[in-house]
């Protein structure tokens, strides 16, 4: 995982590694931010910039610095194969592992998750990966103290020994006791990353522990060109596509038909985005978010549209874009998209 992979946070990225490159990493930090900002992804290409053996820093561009992607060290970090690095995680019990569950028991099976989602995997996605309910995944008093055993042994590269804790608010009482040593007292040359997306529920014990990192939220890795601009029109838009009162309907058409050739141009394509990753949502399980502010609507309506009404939707939206382009009269135009995808979303 490279800086450069990670959306959105230019300002958080070139601050870690300024602060990295003078050498005043602090041994326990926290990476608060949703996975799907990148905050598992941000945590990985922080080790892999502290590993790297060729640094790169650039004069132009956003990120000032990187990790080259091509030493051995990155090679190891990126496939998550470096031998001092340990991943901490919630788990549970499976169909394989009947008893006593624990972090060991599913290395290989989480470097696969990070890996195939890019790190942008939520933890639901990882429970749906294991195949167990969420309420069941934990991180216990087993894995705290493997944890102290291996930050007890010398590192096997002679390097960093790094630790990356995903989610630690779902570490039991008993398991961030055992934790609370490693944290009060700093081993030289071993960085602890905490990954989760909020501070409520860590204990505060551990919380007064860490140097936290705060990502932005809500403008990661699938943030659509024009989203600020457009998100509410379209939310607002889509709703009454599902009631179809008429006279609300007309007045939401004006307004678009109100906008220039060029906006309503724009605005159609970043539907159609939205329309592709709320698919990809569906059918590949990538995380996609509107964004509209509005919670249960952002949850609900990437379900819509499925294998069934992609096409039609695609295809209606397209011929708007076709039209609008070869200047018919924005009202029909918009009208006539908006009972096509009312009656596209009903054939879900
Ligand atoms: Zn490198």
Redesign the pocket.
Same mark, same amino acid.
Do not use: A, F, L
């Given at each position: 995982m490279q800086f450069k992979d990670i959306v959105g946070q230019r300002d958080v990225i070139n601050r870690l590694t300024e602060i990295i490159d003078s050498g005043r990493v602090s041994h326990a930090q926290m990476v608060l931010g949703d996975e799907r900002d990148g905050s598992l992804a941000l945590a990985l290409a922080y080790l892999q910039y502290l590993c /790297?053996?060729?640094r790169m820093h650039h004069a132009e561009g956003d990120l000032r610095a990187d990790?080259?992607?091509?030493?051995p060290? /990155?090679k190891k970090v990126s496939q998550l194969m470096h031998p001092d690095l340990h991943l901490v995680f919630p788990n549970a019990t499976t169909e394989r592992v009947k008893s006593n569950p624990s972090c060991a028991d599913f290395e290989g099976e989480f470097r696969e998750f990070i890996l195939a989602h890019k790190g942008l995997g939520t933890l639901e996605q990882w429970y749906d990966h294991l195949g167990v309910d969420n309420k069941q995944g934990m991180i216990r008093e087993s894995d705290a103290a493997q944890i102290v055993r291996t930050l007890g042994m010398k590192a096997y590269e002679g390097g960093w020994r790094m630790l990356v804790i995903w989610r630690p608010s779902r570490m039991n009482a008993s398991a961030a006791n055992e934790l609370l040593k490693t944290l009060e007292e700093p081993m030289p040359q071993t960085l602890i990353l905490l990954v989760d997306d909020s501070l409520e529920e860590l204990l505060p014990t551990i919380r007064s522990r860490v140097q936290v990192v705060r990502m932005k939220t809500g403008n990661g890795n699938r943030k659509t060109e024009g989203s600020e601009e457009f998100a509410p029109m379209l939310v607002g838009w889509l709703r009454m596509l599902f009631k179809l009162k008429m006279k609300e309907l007309s007045a939401q058409v004006d307004k678009m038909a109100a906008m220039g050739r060029e906006q309503q141009k724009q605005f159609l394509s970043y539907t159609l985005d939205v329309m592709r990753d709320c698919f990809l949502q569906t059918t590949a399980g990538l995380p996609c978010r509107i964004e509209s502010g509005d919670e249960k609507f952002d949850a609900m309506f990437p379900n819509m549209v499925t294998v069934n009404n992609i096409d039609l939707i695609n295809d209606a939206l397209n011929d708007a874009l076709f039209a609008i382009g070869r200047n018919a009269y924005g009202k029909i135009a918009f009208m006539e998209l908006s009972f096509r995808i009312s009656k596209a979303l009903k054939k879900r």
């Open positions: /790297c053996e060729h990790s080259c992607g091509e030493c060290s /990155c």
